[in-house]
């Protein structure tokens, strides 16, 4: 069934990209998350370990949400690695070793990445697109990730 929530479907598809790129950079970064989770290493081993189990499972979160967001435009999410790989901005993670400053290093890039691509789009999406509701959690998505950066920041 079409979906009807007065949103045009020419912006309504290019909005579902959009989020679809956004979910990629989600996975990534969970991913990435994990995987410093999984390798933090050093005096400050658990401190991180459980900062960065935090981190993910917020990440976790958003993931879904943003998946479940391109669902309510009537689109569906991508959800191959290989898709997630060609929509991303971001790179993986190829680093071995297990420092922490390192791992913070290369998440909160990562984060203000995310952060600064939100803030150029929820205007255009809300205003534009006529579609307040994903502009909402964009917003949200936003403050998350600038929340998340602020915390690693605090660890360098």
Not at 4 to 28: M, R, T
Request: charged share 30%; proline share 3%.
């Amino acid at each position: 069934m079409k979906t009807q929530i007065g949103i045009k479907e020419g912006p309504k598809a290019e909005i579902a990209h959009q989020l679809s790129k956004l979910l990629a950079d989600e996975f990534v970064l969970y991913t990435k998350t994990r995987h410093a989770h999984w390798n933090v290493e050093g005096p400050d081993f658990y401190d991180k370990h459980k900062m960065f189990e935090d981190q993910y499972n917020q990440l976790a979160e958003v993931v879904d949400e943003t998946a479940e967001r391109i669902r309510m435009l009537g689109h569906f999410a991508p959800g191959t690695l290989r898709e997630f790989l060609e929509l991303t901005d971001l790179t993986e993670s190829t680093r071995e070793g297990g420092d922490s400053k390192t791992f913070i290093t290369e998440l909160l890039s990562d984060h203000e990445s995310i952060a600064s691509r939100l803030r150029e789009q929820i205007d255009p999406i809300g205003d534009k697109g006529k579609d307040l509701g994903t502009a909402d959690f964009l917003t949200g998505v936003l403050r998350m990730h600038e929340k998340m950066a602020w915390m690693l920041r605090a660890h360098l």
